[in-house]
């Protein structure tokens, strides 16, 4: 049996984007389909038996028709080949209001073999290769616990160390009661493991008050497999180990901390039959979009532009989104040619920023933007330059640009 895992796929990011002139659309909507279309064809010509998604499939809970149209574009293939889908949802995915429904509800009623969770539960798919056990867990929403009246006085530490209880202990109980050891069984959840290693879009700050599982509670020797999603780095939690615990990575690059990081999904096989299954994968990459950082420090040159172009040099720039950072001293500011380092960027996908860091005589040193730069602009360059931004750097900037909008109006009232 093939499976292919995938998750975090967050249609609609569309930072360091700019508009493409033949679709009308961001380019970086653009960068994700993509991705999302060679996983497509990847799982149609390996045959793959279920697609299985483990949650957060647009950047929030409430996708643009645009968003929700590119999604359901990309899955088609997979419906007309008759493969089996499996979705779940992930935080991304969950409605701020209790009730609402998620942004993946819709898939159940898609033409074709799509089983959705919701909730926790266990569920049995039919596919070419025989039947498959699919125990899945959701993202864990807090805020359904606290609308109960027996939680209400909780406090929020008190409600993550209860959830991870239940789940445990869900676990458990379906793998002791409920599991069928002659059926393959994976295992599919969108949450943290601890100790897993974060790929740099992620917003650790939250992460670090979210339930927080051990990996001995969810690899349990039934089941073939665990696929995860939440963790945009491809990992396994329980390597050398039965079963694999794996973290299939995000398809695309969302920030400079993932420059580095490996983009792509996941295919599993399982062979064999009963107790004497065996489980491989391997990591597939996808054609995510490069970053590339270049920075430089020409405080003691005499011709800054020519050691700043030197070093952008260094790197293959071509189509990739590109930020440049240079540090020069305050008598130096007005050497530096812009344009001529502009000129060097003309086969970049998009030009993220080109950042001066000024070294003041009496002042520590600070970073300056030229003065003709929109809101927009200024906000992305104050986001690259502050890594730890750049997970909600989009909505920073969707809130300043509301904020702008408002104080404008409000002048000209």
Not at 194 to 205: I, N, P, V
Not at 277 to 296: D, G, L, M
Not at 390 to 405: F, H, T, V
Request: hydrophobic share 40%; with cysteine; charged share 25%.
């Amino acid at each position: 049996m093939k499976i292919l895992h995938t998750a975090d796929i967050h249609i609609g990011y569309e930072n360091f984007g700019r508009l493409d002139p033949a679709t009308g659309l961001n380019t970086r909507l653009l960068d994700f389909k993509r991705c999302f279309d060679f996983m497509v064809e990847t799982a149609i010509k390996e045959q793959v038996d279920v697609f299985l998604f483990c949650g957060d499939a647009y950047r929030t809970h409430d996708p643009s028709p645009t968003q929700q149209k590119i999604f359901v574009d990309c899955l088609k293939p997979i419906a007309d080949a008759g493969i089996p889908m499996v979705m779940l949802t992930g935080n991304h995915d969950q409605p701020v209001s209790f009730g609402k429904a998620s942004s993946i509800s819709i898939f159940e009623h898609l033409t074709g073999k799509v089983m959705v969770f919701e909730q926790p539960d266990l569920k049995v798919i039919q596919t070419a290769s025989g039947p498959l056990q699919v125990l899945g867990l959701p993202w864990p929403v807090r805020s359904k616990l606290w609308a109960k009246e027996e939680h209400k006085q909780k406090s929020p530490s008190e409600v993550r160390e209860m959830i991870e209880a239940k789940y445990a202990e869900y676990i458990k109980v379906v793998m002791e009661q409920d599991i069928d050891p002659e059926v393959p069984c994976v295992l599919a959840a969108h949450l943290t493991v601890q100790g897993a290693e974060m790929s740099g879009s992620e917003r650790s700050s939250v992460i670090q008050h979210e339930p927080t599982f051990l990996v001995s509670s969810l690899a349990h020797p039934q089941l073939d497999y665990v696929a995860l999603g939440h963790i945009h780095r491809f990992q396994d939690r329980n390597k050398g180990y039965k079963p694999p615990v794996v973290y299939a990575s995000s398809i695309e690059r969302v920030t400079f901390k993932e420059a580095d990081a490996e983009k792509g999904f996941v295919l599993v096989s399982i062979t064999g039959q009963g107790r004497e299954r065996e489980t491989q994968y391997r990591f597939v990459e996808t054609p995510a979009r490069r970053f590339v950082s270049v920075s430089v420090d020409v405080r003691d040159c005499t011709n800054p532009t020519e050691r700043i172009i030197t070093e952008i040099r260094k790197y293959v720039v071509n189509e990739a989104i590109v930020r440049v950072r240079y540090e020069v001293n305050e008598d130096q500011t007005n050497l530096v040619d812009l344009a001529a380092i502009r000129s060097q960027l003309t086969t970049a996908a998009s030009i993220a920023s080109i950042e001066r860091v000024v070294e003041r005589r009496q002042v520590q040193r600070t970073a300056t933007l030229t003065r003709d730069a929109s809101l927009k602009s200024a906000m992305e360059a104050y986001i690259a330059r502050h890594e730890h931004l750049e997970p909600i750097g989009e909505d920073l900037i969707e809130k300043a640009l509301a904020l702008d909008q408002l104080l404008a109006v409000s002048e000209v009232v």
